[in-house]
């Protein structure tokens, strides 16, 4: 593979590393949500404050009358859907958030890949010798060989 297609690549690899970097770490842009216990998440459904109710797994996020938005977690309470029926609070249920497949395979696989690159790459740059990566004990010096003609000091002396 040529040098250019090597560097190509290399920043191919490096470009997707931070769009997934970014993506990662990324806060969706919403509404700030208060975090309110769940006690008084249920008061604030008894006086009928609650416009909205969104469950994602175990966790709450609501709509207030006044439109603020609050967020609580709840614990295994299977009455909160009647609860919330019974109050004309509009429900919405979503499934809990999963990571990514990227995400997983970056976190399971990623550091024995880099592992084996790292691997590989410093074999290679010992096998090529000269004056790469672990090579600064390695002399310089060529065998000399009856086939290569010697040049002597009497063979050049008297030249200008």
């Known amino acids: 593979m040529n040098s250019r297609v090597k560097n ?7 470009g997707l590393f931070m769009i997934l970097l970014f993506n990662l770490f990324s806060v969706p842009t919403h ?5 309110v216990i769940f006690s008084d998440f249920m008061a604030k459904i008894d006086k009928g ?10 966790h709450i996020s609501s709509v207030l009358k006044d439109k603020t938005r609050v967020r609580t977690y709840a ?10 029926r019974e109050k004309d ?13 990227y995400i997983t395979f970056l976190v399971t696989w990623g550091p024995f890949i880099l592992f084996l690159g790292l ?25 000399l060989t009856e086939e290569r003609k010697k040049v002597t000091f009497s063979d050049v002396a008297g030249i200008d």
């Open 8 to 14: 190509l690549l290399f920043w191919v690899v490096v």
């Open 49 to 58: 404050d609650v416009e909205k109710a969104t469950i994602k797994g175990s």
């Open 119 to 143: 691997w590989f790459f410093l074999m290679r740059q010992m096998q090529i010798g000269g004056n790469k990566a672990l090579s600064f004990g390695k002399s310089r010096a060529r065998m």
């Open 75 to 84: 614990p295994d309470y299977p009455d909160l859907v009647k609860v919330l």
């Open 31 to 35: 509404a700030p949500e208060e975090e």
């Open 89 to 101: 609070v509009q429900i919405e249920v979503k499934p809990p958030d999963e990571s990514p497949w």
